[in-house]
Every structure is written in structure tokens, then in C-alpha cells.
Nanobody, 121 residues
Framework: VQLQASGGGLVQSGGSLRLSCTSSGFTLDNYAIGWFRQVPGKEREGVSCINYSGRAINYVDSAKGRFTVSRDNAKNTVYLQIDSLKPEDTAVYYC???????????????WGRGTLVTVSS
């Protein structure tokens, strides 16, 4: 049972990225997928989450209007679209799963390897 985040990279401030989260060993249909990020030396921060039925929430105000989480169950993939990127968005982004509904980070049971997003000013 594994999750894998991908799609990170180096982008200029104001640019966009779309991160993807896929799974191996299980399908994502009945799982909420949360997106989290962490800067080395700082605490992990929840960004956005989408529950199993497609309802999305944002964990932080800074995500509103810029972060869009969506899912395509046919492709077994959850996406995090990040627009108007800012240097402070630089972090390793992780996806994580838990059954059905979004919750706090400690309630997610499976975590994927992260993908690094670097935003240059």
C-alpha cells in the first residue's frame, strides 16, 4: 500500500503547478486524500483535502483561491492545482489517505513520498 506524489519542480513566482497523487496496492475511490506540505525545520502544514465523494476543503486560508484539489477515480489520481505560486509555497508536498472523510493530519494512515515544489522570486 503506497501513495506517490509527483509533479513538483522549480517554478517562478506567479506560475502554476499541478501535483498528482496516485496509489499502488489499493484504489483511491473510498478514500479521502489530503495534501500537506513541510519546509525543513518547520512543522507540517495541511493544505487541502478532498473526501471520497469529491467535496474539497482547504486547511489554511492561504490555500483559498489558489489551491484546487480534485480527483479522477477513473485514473486513480488526485490532483492539487496550485496557481499564483509564491516563494512561501516552497516546500515538500505530500499526499495522504484515510477512509472516506477529511480530518486532521494525525488521522491519515498512509503517506506517500513527497514532491518538492520550489518557487523562485
Amino acid at each position: 500500500v503506497q501513495l506517490q506524489a509527483s509533479g513538483g519542480g522549480l517554478v517562478q513566482s506567479g506560475g502554476s503547478l499541478r501535483l498528482s497523487c496516485t496509489s499502488s496496492g489499493f484504489t483511491l475511490d473510498n478514500y479521502a486524500i489530503g495534501w500537506f506540505r513541510q519546509v525543513p525545520g518547520k512543522e507540517r502544514e495541511g493544505v487541502s483535502c478532498i473526501n471520497y465523494s469529491g467535496r474539497a476543503i482547504n486547511y489554511v486560508d492561504s490555500a483559498k483561491g489558489r489551491f484546487t484539489v480534485s480527483r479522477d477515480n477513473a485514473k486513480n489520481t488526485v490532483y492539487l492545482q496550485i496557481d499564483s505560486l509564491k516563494p512561501e509555497d516552497t516546500a515538500v508536498y505530500y499526499c495522504a489517505s484515510r477512509a472516506y472523510y477529511c480530518s486532521e493530519a494525525e488521522d491519515f494512515i498512509a503517506w506517500g513520498r513527497g514532491t518538492l515544489v520550489t518557487v523562485s522570486s
